[in-house]
């Protein structure tokens, strides 16, 4: 018997949410004006969930690290937000919405959690229009559609290449409006670095004031992370700079289990790494892939001549090019998810024909769709992405086509989650990318955008009451508790620790060092023996990094070696768990690919007798093995069939 | 995508240990940076050459390092984001620069943009500004189908072109009189172009630029450098816009 209940409602698929909305206890006003949450990351997720918390008359408080809520990292995303809406009149539908999406996350996500997101997504639009976000317009007024990959219809709404920035602005406005009334009290420069439990339930969290050095005590009847993924383990990744897993790792060693670490999404259209002093990868967005076709050159020796830089691109005859997506997967073209798009573009490189210096970057090329549609077209459709591409690149993709390279860019695995959002320990809840709970083994392009607001709009305002409600009679939180002592004395024990070491070399060159064995062995492909070796490598960095780390400046002011050292300790853990639960998972499926488990065509297999279950880890303590607690997946509405996409 | 290497440049920056102490320029030698390597990766650089020399490195503010989160700032000779046009400091890349060139950072000066450190500033006087009107008025629930109102592309056009804003502040940071316009005007704008945003304009548009004004930002002379600057081609129509918004509500009154 497992101890996890994911509280999946009882009956038919499409009445779960309806006949669980009815059944779960709401607060009253008046009740709501005395109750606390604190939301911790104000990105989609937290955004729309501070708002949303807020406007119901519950008194939030919201963290964030960066200088201003509107810049979490939800803003840099490009290409769009999918909603069942059917407006383009192709057969689209709520079903067809959730049965993409467990297909497309290879039958790793639950049932009931994916069908509840395609039900409210259309809610999301609605209410973003509402906002005032300029989605693109038919020229007759009505909103405009295009398509991503893993689908066969349009449904997927879209601010030009921006639609992250001008959703999160979106809710940020929300945010705002609540702040200027008071109901959010908005704590910018602020980072979550423990979490505080009373009496066995989440009663507030311990951060550190990024501006003045002080340790700081908040306490509330629930504590909402919101703090995105963990991309970041990589070093390079799509993820902004200080992205971190430090709200959630601090949740898992206070009890919170952690869901399918190992599932992480390799995205195909990144611009390739330039050199060793890289510091992060650049996405260029999967809406690309609707106009752009990839290929490679179809001769060793043209590749060998554009690897030593002695012809270009377009001194190869189409003949000679090979659209291997197209090739490979002829109905969905260069449309496939992102996982088998990432593979097979490695598949190419590994066979000796990549096209740039290092042998790693395809092609990506918008030659045929000018010809078609015109540049005037594309340059409307893909304009700041074309200019961003040559900002980086200096090379100009209306004339040569853009080399692109799959990149770590998402994390499918987070928090473990009920069907309430709530975690492992009772009153903390997971939201958004920071939980594991509705993409499975690999996220379809536009749905990470869905899945935040979502679950901030739709899901957790009212989910969060059934717990509250029960709290009405609880007092606001006692921040003299001796829990919070002891925490905040953790806490600075920890930066002590980390502070004193006094070695030789810089945070980075750790987390560089980390980054490095977990994309050669936990990433795109893994195996038994590389993930052990990786596990073993992992604990020696975190030796070092404990005895060598050299951390300047002042202990108590602003110090951001000091800042990106704690979330490095976090990445150096998270690291090992993730490589464990890689190795545990001896199948391929979505975005973990075990070359232990493929078919003959090289295509992912999983291994659904013995791994349909999400992996939900339970921290043991300091060096102690963590205990894997297994959720079977029970699939009662779809057919698990291997993935095609041909 | 060959890039040449730049043998050496002289990096002169802005150091002040916090709001309360005095500020002056370091001088520092860096070597060895490839064109392709961008502005922030060349810090990153001289950052590890600093802690390897038991210093402590330099504070600038950056996060998305794709053009698009609005965190980081720096004044790059005399320039807000450095000599390139369209982009963001994270987006500037060392292959504009030459050989055994200095290159001077400092952070952005403006009255109402304090510094906390070295190269770091507040902004937060924009987030107030925001929380004056920067907003819609709905609540999550309860709103019409998103095909309910149709609004014309070049409506919607002309509203993704002001809210293509990333608030970063070089329009403060350049402005001689730093002035936030056309920030201001820029919010203003992408909600006055919207049926949605119609409703409440007046009033935004009133309680905006009397915060603006609270703050300390300077008034607007129609320099027209912020436009220059900006980052996201944001246009100072928008200001005139701004004007005509605020003084349509000024009559009402």
């Known amino acids: 018997m497992t101890v996890l209940n994911s509280k999946i409602p009882a009956g038919p698929l499409a009445e779960k949410w309806s006949k669980h909305k009815a059944a779960i206890k709401v607060v009253s006003p008046a009740n709501k004006r005395k109750l606390d949450i604190i939301v911790v990351g104000t990105g989609l997720a937290g955004g729309s969930a501070a708002a949303s918390l807020a406007e119901m008359g519950y008194n939030v408080k919201a963290f964030c690290y960066q200088d201003s809520g509107r810049r979490a990292h939800s803003i840099a995303a490009q290409g769009g937000i999918n909603a069942a809406k059917n407006y383009q009149n192709d057969n689209d539908s709520i079903y067809r919405l959730f049965y993409d999406t467990i297909k497309g996350g290879d039958y790793r996500a639950r049932e009931a959690n994916v069908y509840r997101l395609a039900e409210v997504s259309g809610d999301i639009i609605d209410q973003c229009v509402a906002q005032g976000v300029p989605f693109a317009r038919e020229y007759g007024g009505t909103l405009s559609n295009r398509s991503f990959g893993g689908v066969l219809v349009s449904r997927t709404f879209y601010a030009r290449g921006q639609t992250g920035q001008q959703l999160l602005l979106g809710c940020y406005a929300s945010m705002n409006r609540m702040i200027g009334q008071g109901k959010i009290e908005m704590h910018e420069r602020n980072e979550m670095l423990d979490l505080v439990i009373v009496d066995g339930k989440a009663r507030g969290i311990i951060t550190r004031n990024l501006v003045t050095g002080e340790i700081e005590r908040h306490g509330a009847h629930a504590v909402v992370i919101a703090t995105g993924g963990y991309g970041n383990v990589f070093f390079l990744s799509t993820n902004a700079m200080g992205c971190n897993g430090g709200a959630a790792w601090q949740a898992y060693k206070n009890g919170a289990f952690f869901g399918n670490p190992c599932f992480v999404q390799i995205h195909p259209t990144c611009i390739p790494v330039h050199g060793e002093q890289q510091s992060k990868l650049t996405l260029m967005s999967e809406s690309l892939r609707n106009d752009g076709r990839v290929w490679t050159p179809k001769k060793k020796e043209d590749a060998i001549k554009l690897q030593k830089g002695e012809m270009g691109p377009n001194d190869i005859a189409d003949e000679d090019r090979d659209f291997y997506l197209e090739r490979r997967y002829p109905s969905y073209g260069n449309l496939v998810p992102r996982d088998v798009a990432s593979r097979a573009a490695k598949e190419r490189c590994d066979a000796g024909f990549g096209v740039n210096a290092e042998g790693k970057a395809v092609y990506l090329d918008f030659k045929y769709s000018i010809e078609r549609l015109g540049q005037d077209v594309i340059e409307a459709r893909y304009g700041n992405l074309f200019q961003m591409y040559e900002k980086i690149t200096d090379v100009d993709p209306y004339k040569e086509p853009m080399q692109i390279y799959p990149a770590i860019h998402y994390s499918m695995g987070g928090t473990w989650v009920d069907y309430n959002l709530m975690t492992t320990v009772p009153g903390l809840y997971a939201i958004g990318e920071a939980n594991f709970s509705d993409h499975g083994g690999n996220r379809l392009g536009a749905s990470a955008l869905m899945q935040g607001l979502a679950d901030g709009y739709f899901v957790l305002p009212y989910t969060i009451g059934d717990y509250l409600a029960d709290e009405i009679q609880t007092p606001r939180i006692d921040l003299n508790h001796p829990e919070f002592d002891k925490k905040e004395k953790a806490v600075n024990e920890r930066l002590q620790r980390l502070y004193n070491v006094k070695g030789s070399k810089s945070v980075d060159s750790f987390h560089k060092r980390l980054g490095n064995i977990m994309w050669d062995y936990v990433g795109m492909a893994r195996n038994e023996e590389g993930l052990k070796y990786a596990i073993a490598e992992i604990a020696k960095i975190k030796e070092d990094f404990y005895n060598d780390v050299r951390i300047p400046g002042d202990f108590d002011a602003m110090n951001i070696e000091l800042e990106k050292a704690g979330r490095v300790a976090d990445f150096l853990e998270l690291g090992d768990l993730m490589a464990r639960d890689a190795l545990n998972r001896n199948e391929s499926c979505g975005g973990h690919y075990r070359e232990e488990s493929v078919t003959e065509e090289g295509e992912a297999k999983r291994d659904d007798d013995n791994f349909t279950y999400v992996s939900a880890w339970e921290y043991k303590g300091e060096n102690q093995e963590p205990v894997l607690h297994k959720e079977d997946l029970v699939f009662e509405t779809v057919e698990l069939t291997q993935r095609s996409y041909k | ?253």
């Open chain 2, 1 to 253: 995508m060959a890039d040449k290497v730049i043998k050496e440049l002289t990096i002169k920056v802005w150091r002040q240990k916090n709001a309360k102490t005095a500020g002056k320029f370091e001088t520092y030698k860096i070597n060895d940076i490839s064109g392709g390597t961008s502005f922030l990766e060349m810090l990153d650089i001289l950052n590890e050459q600093l802690i390897n020399d038991g210093q402590e490195p330099i504070a600038f503010d950056h996060d998305c390092r794709e053009g698009i989160c609005g965190m980081c700032s720096l004044f790059i000779n005399g320039r807000a984001h450095g000599p390139d046009d369209d982009i963001t400091t994270c987006q500037l890349h060392m292959r504009k620069f030459k050989e055994g060139e200095t290159i001077t950072i400092e952070p952005w000066r403006a009255g109402a943009f304090p510094v906390i450190k070295d190269l770091i500033v507040d902004r937060t006087a924009f987030e107030k500004v925001l929380q004056a009107g920067g907003y819609i008025s709905v609540n999550t629930g309860g709103v019409p189908d998103g095909n309910a109102i149709p609004i014309s592309q070049d409506d919607a056009e002309e509203a993704m072109d002001a809210a293509a804003c990333i608030g970063c502040g070089a329009c403060v940071a350049t402005c001689k009189n730093s002035s936030a316009m056309l920030f201001v005007s820029a919010k203003v704008s992408h909600l006055a172009k919207l049926p949605q945003g119609r409703v409440e304009a007046s009033r935004r548009a009133k309680n905006m630029v009397a915060k603006m004004d609270e703050l300390g930002f300077g008034n607007c002379t129609n320099t027209g450098a912020c436009e220059v600057e900006c980052p996201k081609g944001i246009s100072i129509a928008n200001i005139a816009r701004l004007n005509r918004e605020f003084l349509a509500a000024k009559i009402k009154d």
